[in-house]
């Protein structure tokens, strides 16, 4: 009867690890979030829908995002780099150094590079 009765309830902090299981899980829970949004931007991927996998499956939306590779084309086939700018006649992008427009004929002065 003299043995010491341990508590029902023992508090996090006074376990063995504390809060470091549940800090450590949460910080990879975000890295997957972070990893994924990042990977679905570089491939042309939607990465709002990419980081909500991310957050739901973790390292295995990683895996899957980097098994489908990249996304689809452009429905032109150009794709919109820093070298691109908007022609004045008729919106549409065209490199930096054109001096005519490729779409609607109009010429263009060369922009400095």
């Keep these: 009867m003299d043995e010491e009765r341990q508590p029902a309830y023992i508090p996090a902090m ?17 890295g997957s979030i972070v990893v994924c949004v990042k990977m679905a931007q570089a491939r042309d ?7 909500f996998l991310g ?6 939306a990683i895996l899957l995002l980097a098994l489908i590779g990249q996304g689809p084309p452009s429905p032109t086939g150009i794709t ?3 070298k691109m700018r908007k022609c004045p006649a ?8 054109a001096i005519k ?3 609607c004929g109009t010429g263009v002065e060369a922009a400095a590079v």
């Design 14 to 30: 006074n376990r063995v690890g504390g809060w470091r299981g549940p800090i450590v899980s949460f910080v990879i829970w975000l």
């Design 45 to 51: 991927r939607e990465p709002v829908l990419w980081g």
């Design 55 to 60: 957050a739901m499956f973790g390292i295995f």
């Design 80 to 82: 919109r780099t820093a």
């Design 90 to 97: 008729c919106a549409e992008f065209i490199k930096v150094e």
């Design 101 to 103: 427009c490729r779409y």
